[in-house]
């Protein structure tokens, strides 16, 4: 009983991840902004290395709300930089994430211990969550499906993305993270239906998680490849018309 109440938290934690996810990145092809996860998630890294290194002792807290503030501002720019120049808002996008992938590598040599934990923000230990893991993407959840109906609203959308990516990848790491965001969404872009789409990365999910359970494997890495396998295995269908 016990065994079966400790493994229902990260499947609760992954699954409920995927669905916080998911609207977000339906909005994500639509705009044309793919990887503007990979970009905010490492602004709000960099900055959480940065001020843990100049705060060794800083709470889960201020960690949070610093890298919340740098996921924001990074949202901010990219929005910027999809109005003005929107031809070319994905190379600028690319670039700000290399930048931001740059200053996280930067902020990791001030503490010794900032390499671990950007191990653990690229690739997370999703079997090892506990109730306020689960608890924060219950709530990242709520608030995107709140959100959802004014998502293609630039002011709505921006500051949920944030917030959501910002709380989420600490938890599930930045490769679940991005596939959870894209996988779904190439799936409901090819014309399939949300049960398809949903349905279908939440068992692949699932079926990774086992899979590092059995395997003892690192189960972030698990869950971000069975995703992803799941998203590419989208073109191997005929695309329909429109979704249902």
């Known amino acids: 009983m016990l065994f079966d109440i400790w493994f229902a938290l990260p499947v609760a934690a992954t699954l409920l991840g995927l669905l916080a996810l998911a609207p977000l990145g339906e909005q ?3 705009r044309g902004v793919v990887f503007i996860d990979l970009a905010v998630a490492q602004a709000a890294a960099a900055a959480a290395l940065w001020a843990t290194s100049w705060v060794p002792l800083a709470g889960w807290w201020f960690t949070q709300i ?11 720019f990219i929005a910027w930089l999809a ?7 994905e190379a600028l996008i690319g670039i700000l994430y290399v930048w931001g992938a740059s200053s996280a590598l930067l902020g990791s040599r001030q503490d010794s211990q900032s390499g671990e934990r950007m191990a653990q ?11 306020p893991q689960v608890a924060t993407m219950a709530a990242c959840t709520l608030l995107a499906w709140l959100a959802a109906p ?3 609203q630039d002011r709505v959308f921006y500051p949920v993305f944030a917030i959501v990516v910002s709380l989420a990848v600490p938890v599930l790491g930045l490769y679940l993270v991005f596939a959870s ?3 779904p969404a190439v799936w409901r872009s090819a014309g399939y239906s949300r049960t398809i789409a949903w349905g ?12 590092s359970w059995l395997l003892d494997a690192p189960s972030g890495a698990c869950l971000a490849f069975a995703l992803s ?3 590419i295995a989208s073109v191997l269908w005929i695309p329909r018309q429109s979704p249902v």
């Open 200 to 211: 279908g990365s939440c068992l692949a999910c699932t079926l990774g998680l086992a899979a």
């Open 150 to 152: 004014k998502l293609a």
């Open 229 to 231: 396998a799941y998203g």
């Open 66 to 76: 610093i890298a919340l503030s740098g996921a924001l501002l990074s949202t901010g």
């Open 121 to 131: 923000l690229l690739a997370a230990d999703i079997l090892w969550v506990g109730w």
């Open 28 to 30: 994500v092809i639509h």
């Open 181 to 183: 965001l894209i996988a």
């Open 83 to 89: 109005k003005r120049w929107p031809l070319r808002r």
